[in-house]
């Protein structure tokens, strides 16, 4: 009877020390895999160079006091952080690092969220699963007029949550790097799509699902507006 008792003993903690394993290795893949994605767009933008004309945005006044933003310095890893990532959006997204969603067009980073993430094509389940996608019919990356990105509120964009007006964030085009301030916070509808209207001056449009804990698929829009603040090649 002992010796059976010692033998599942030992069953178990092999059992135990191989589950460990599989985590480790999942999330390993996942950091190497949102690695990839950055590397991906800098050896693009080492090809093209200088060649491109940096954004220019427009000044556009907005009657607000915004307070300073915060002073973040943010450090390119290229690691995903789960904290506030749903256990389910978490899976997807590894699972999309088994696929191909083509090369990322910028990265966008907040620095309040502490967020780097790469900005793909489209909205399609394996682009939002692996980042932030480019809605279509809104400006193109890199070009003047209102760029609108999507991500989900269970994963890259749940920390969205904790935004606020005069919060910054920047965009790495392959002409440059362009800064936005914050200048608005809404939710509307789903059919509310007067927010992605075309501008004339450069702005980046976020829109996630909302409330961000809601079971099922959640009825209205969270949108964070920005304005292009500078530029730089």
């Not at 506030?84 to 309040?112: F, M, N, T, V």
């Not at 967020?115 to 480019?134: C, F, I, K, P």
């Not at 969270?222 to 090649?233: F, G, K, L, M, Q």
Request: hydrophobic letters at 40%; charged letters at 20%; glycine letters at 10%.
């Amino acid at each position: 009877m002992k010796k059976r008792l010692h033998l599942l003993e030992i069953l178990a903690w092999i059992m135990g020390l191989a589950l460990v394993a599989i985590w480790g290795g999942s999330r390993l893949h996942a950091v190497f895999g949102s690695k990839s994605d950055l590397q991906k767009f800098q050896q693009a933008k080492e090809a093209v160079g200088n060649s491109p004309a940096p954004l220019q945005p427009e000044t556009i006044a907005v009657d607000l006091e915004l307070p300073a933003p915060e002073q973040v310095t943010l450090v390119t890893t290229g690691e995903v952080d789960y904290t506030l990532w749903a256990e389910g959006r978490i899976k997807k997204y590894e699972e999309s690092l088994l696929q191909d969603p083509g090369a990322p067009q910028a990265i966008l980073r907040i620095p309040k969220l502490d967020l780097e993430v790469a900005v793909l094509e489209g909205t399609s389940d394996l682009v939002l699963n692996r980042g932030v996608g480019r809605i279509e019919g809104t400006a193109q990356v890199g070009e003047g007029g209102n760029l609108g990105l999507a991500g989900h509120r269970d994963g890259f964009f749940r920390g969205l949550k904790e935004i606020q007006v005069g919060d910054t964030m920047e965009l790495e085009t392959l002409s440059g790097t362009h800064s936005y301030v914050i200048d608005n916070l809404s939710i509307v509808s789903p059919q509310d799509v007067y927010v992605l209207d075309p501008t004339e001056e450069a702005r980046i449009t976020l829109v996630t699902c909302y409330p961000f804990y809601f079971v099922g698929k959640a009825p209205l829009r969270y949108i964070v507006h920005s304005r292009a603040t500078e530029s730089s090649p």
